[in-house]
Nanobody, 124 residues
Framework: QVQLVESGGGLVQAGGTLRLSCAAS????????SGWFRQAPGKEREFVAA????????YYADSVKGRFTISRDNDKNMVFLQMNSLKPEDTAVYYC?????????????????WGQGTQVTVSS
């Protein structure tokens, strides 16, 4: 059992920067892969980024590649999403997710644990 809590969302102007944090608790001694998803009102939840347990492998959606960076600090049970050059289309609720073992799919159904989300709003 893993509990996830996101933080760091807020309102930012286009071109600005935010860093989201995901704090994990529970059975964090077990290795897990992590991901970030986002969902805008009326739209499906979409994949943003993923990272393996060691942090040595990452995967990004084309829409955020080169602008967003996912990282983790396992000593602190934390996963981060650094978001640079934000665009209005990045506006969404951002969710942290985790799955036991290795990352296998960008589908939301492939992740076992989810946070409650943090709102990111980018103004033009």
């Amino acid at each position: 059992q893993v509990q996830l809590v996101e933080s760091g969302g807020g309102l930012v102007q286009a071109g600005g920067t935010l860093r989201l944090s995901c704090a994990a608790s529970g059975r964090t001694s077990t290795a897990y892969a992590s991901g970030w998803f986002r969902q805008a009102p009326g739209k499906e939840r979409e994949f943003v980024a993923a990272i393996n347990w060691s942090g040595g492998w990452t995967y990004y959606a084309d829409s955020v590649k080169g602008r967003f960076t996912i990282s983790r600090d396992n000593d602190k049970n934390m996963v981060f999403l650094q978001m640079n050059s934000l665009k209005p289309e990045d506006t969404a609720v951002y969710y942290c997710a985790a799955r036991r073992g290795v990352f296998a799919s960008s589908e939301a159904s492939g992740f076992d644990y989810w946070g409650q989300g943090t709102q990111v709003t980018v103004s033009s």
